[in-house]
């Protein structure tokens, strides 16, 4: 190899080489501190206002919980678009956390096979929309990358030509499933809130003999509707015995408010109203969607409906391709109220805008009319939401006002089961498993 060459390629790999450090040297400062509007890193966050629409499923499968069997044959897909006439380059890569989203103590090359940082090459414009955008696709594991140890991650997506400027991080988790774990739910009885709250037992089987004292370095976490703002954390065992950890509290511990079905609004078509829908005019440059207003449930008696529990998924009813043919609309909630509730704020809450609350989903309270008000940027698809009531200095929302709760409401519920041996530098998610609070459980 002639010197000319030798140079090149050390430029370019050096050059690569220190992309690479610079990306993570930020992400590592970062970690556990506030970052841009005040959100962390590892979390569901969008940091470019430009990106939408974000999901992390299972490929074909866009109502589904991210999480993967290590070595299996599954497939997350990331869906997101970009708002504007131009299309930009992004990149992605991954980082393994610990139970608490925190960042590992392990090399990338401990959890990842194949490059570390790749291109994301699908993507396509939008056809026939009034507000124009760019649909992005990635898949994974591919060809380019693959995962090798179970746990939490994030992906992280940034522009190329910029490590620093993160666009959005999602959560996801590959389970090794060496457990079995048999889940129940019940209306507490010792609970105070027994009519309002819903009880999650579970014991977990098979631990093996590999396991050092699962008592000590086991920590269980239970999620509702795949949710982590809410979730129970780190929970030890109450009973171990037979090769058994059994989670069976008698203190508030394992004890989820029930909440109320999600409330439901269909956008799929622009020219047809459909339930809850007032109104669709267009006015330029885009389309408006009026919601009747919403009733006030919290104390109404419990009334089942069929829901998503707070998901979504994308659908157009005049077009083929959903990515790309799917308009985005301003859509107007609005909820009666004599007066304003103090001490906090109202927030439409749910996957539609990740389970945060931010200035894209708060609801403004109009003396004159008596309401609270929302508008938010959708796109068209089927919706599932709620109002959350979040006080004052707190980051934790609770679903009561104006929705209710009930012991009675269908809701999923996910434990994670984590274990960090002693002679290991990070926490293996060895065992999921799977509940409906009405429907039988499923592993």
Not at 26 to 43: A, E, P, V
Not at 245 to 254: A, I, P, R, V
Not at 365 to 390: H, I, R, S, W
Not at 394 to 414: K, L, M, P
């Amino acid at each position: 190899m002639n010197q000319t060459k030798q140079t090149y390629l050390f430029q370019k790999t050096g050059f690569k080489f220190l992309k690479h450090i610079m990306l993570f040297s930020f992400l590592l400062i970062q970690t556990g501190l506030t970052t841009i509007d005040g959100q962390k890193i590892f979390s569901d966050h969008i940091f470019d206002s430009r990106i939408r629409t974000t999901q992390l499923y299972r490929e074909e499968w866009n109502l589904s919980y991210p999480v993967l069997r290590l070595n299996g044959m599954e497939k997350l897909e990331l869906h997101f678009d970009l708002l504007g006439d131009h299309s930009e380059n992004y990149y992605y890569t991954f980082i393994h956390c610990d139970k608490d989203w925190e960042r590992s103590d392990i090399f990338e090359s401990d959890y990842m096979n194949g490059f570390t940082e790749n291109p994301i090459e699908n993507y396509k414009p939008s056809f026939n929309t009034t507000t124009s955008y760019y649909h992005y696709t990635v898949s994974f594991p591919n060809d380019r990358v693959n995962l090798t140890r179970s746990g939490n991650y994030v992906i992280v997506v940034y522009r190329a030509d910029n490590p620093e400027a993160l666009v959005l991080t999602r959560r996801f988790m590959i389970s090794e499933d060496a457990l079995r774990i048999d889940i129940t739910t019940q209306r507490p009885m010792m609970s105070a809130d027994k009519n309002s709250s819903q009880q999650v037992n579970f014991v977990v089987n098979q631990i093996g003999k590999n396991i050092i004292d699962p008592y000590r370095n086991f920590y269980a976490f239970i999620l509702q509707n795949g949710r982590w703002d809410n979730a129970k954390k780190n929970l030890k065992p109450e009973f171990y015995s037979n090769n058994e950890l059994k989670y069976n509290s008698l203190s508030d511990k394992n004890i989820f408010s029930g909440g109320n079905e999600f409330r439901y609004f269909d956008i799929k078509s622009l020219r047809y109203q459909s339930e809850y829908v007032k109104s669709i005019d267009y006015a330029s440059p885009g389309y408006n969607v009026l919601l009747f207003p919403s009733e006030n449930r919290e104390f109404k008696p419990y009334f089942f409906n069929q829901d998503f529990n707070g998901k979504y998924f994308i659908a157009v009813q005049e077009g083929r391709d959903y990515d790309t043919d799917a308009d985005y609309v301003n859509v107007y909630f609005t909820m009666p109220s004599k007066q304003k509730i103090a001490g906090g704020n109202i927030f439409v809450s749910g996957a539609l805008n990740n389970w945060e609350y931010n200035n894209t989903n708060i609801m403004e309270y109009n003396p004159v009319d008596g309401q609270y008000e929302c508008t938010m940027l959708l796109k068209q698809g089927y919706y599932n939401y709620e109002y959350a009531f979040l006080k004052e200095g707190s980051t934790d929302g609770t679903a009561t006002v104006f929705e209710g709760s009930h012991y009675e409401t269908e809701n999923d519920y996910t434990v994670l089961i984590y274990y960090r041996n002693p002679q290991e530098r990070y926490d293996r998610l060895i065992g999921m498993g799977q509940a409906n609070s009405v429907n039988k459980p499923s592993n």
